[in-house]
C-alpha cells in the first residue's frame, strides 16, 4: 500500500437515534469487505448526562451531534457508494446533489474530538465541592429540607455521610453529592 493513502474526517448524515447502529453498519460492512485500510475510526461523539431519579444518580450517554455519525477514511473508489448503501445512512455531509463528499477541517475535527475527551477529562477531575463540619440543606430524598452537617466524605463513591437532627436526635444519613447542597 502506498502512501497516498490520507485519510480524513468525514460526516455522514444518518436517522436521528440510529446513530448507534449506523456505527455498527458501517465498522460490519467495512471488515466484511476487508476495507479497513481506508476507514479507520467510526464515532458518535457522545456527553455523558447526570441526572437524579428518585435519589438515584443516573448517567446516560447523550449522542452530542444528533443525526450525524464521524468517520476517519480515505473515500476513493466505492467506499463512499459502500458507506450511502448502508442502512440509515442518508450521505454524507457537505456534499452539493451527486458531488464529492467535503472533509472536515483540522479545527473542526480537534473541537469535536476535544469535546469528547473533555467531557470524559470532566467527570474524573471532579474536586469534592463539601468540606467536613460543613453545614448543608438536604434536596432530595425523604429528608428533604433538613440541614445537616458534614461528617465523612467518600469521594469515590461521591457519597457524604451526613448528621441530621431528626426528632430532637442526631442521626447519620449517607446522602449522594447531588442530594445536598451548601446552605
Do not use: C
Amino acid at each position: 500500500m502506498t502512501d497516498n493513502n490520507v485519510k480524513k474526517w468525514y460526516v455522514v448524515r444518518a436517522v436521528s437515534g440510529q446513530e448507534n447502529k449506523v456505527k455498527a453498519y458501517i465498522e460490519t460492512e467495512i471488515s466484511r469487505l476487508g476495507m479497513e485500510d481506508y476507514v479507520s475510526q467510526v464515532l458518535v461523539p457522545t456527553e455523558k448526562v447526570v441526572s437524579v431519579k428518585d435519589g438515584k444518580k443516573l448517567v446516560k450517554e447523550k449522542v452530542y451531534f444528533p443525526g450525524y455519525v464521524m468517520i476517519e477514511a480515505n473515500l476513493v473508489g466505492e467506499i463512499p457508494h459502500i458507506i450511502k448503501s448502508i442502512t440509515s445512512v442518508i450521505g454524507f455531509l457537505g456534499e452539493t446533489k451527486g458531488g464529492e463528499p467535503v472533509p472536515l477541517r483540522l479545527s473542526e475535527v480537534n473541537r469535536m474530538l476535544g469535546k469528547v475527551d473533555e467531557l470524559a477529562v470532566n467527570t474524573d477531575t471532579h474536586t469534592i465541592p463539601f468540606n467536613l463540619g460543613e453545614t448543608i440543606k438536604v434536596i432530595d430524598g425523604p429528608f428533604n429540607g433538613f440541614n445537616g452537617t458534614v461528617e465523612k466524605i467518600n469521594d469515590e463513591k461521591r457519597k457524604l455521610e451526613v448528621m441530621v437532627k431528626i426528632f430532637g436526635r442526631k442521626t447519620p444519613l449517607e446522602l449522594s453529592f447531588m442530594q445536598v447542597e451548601k446552605v
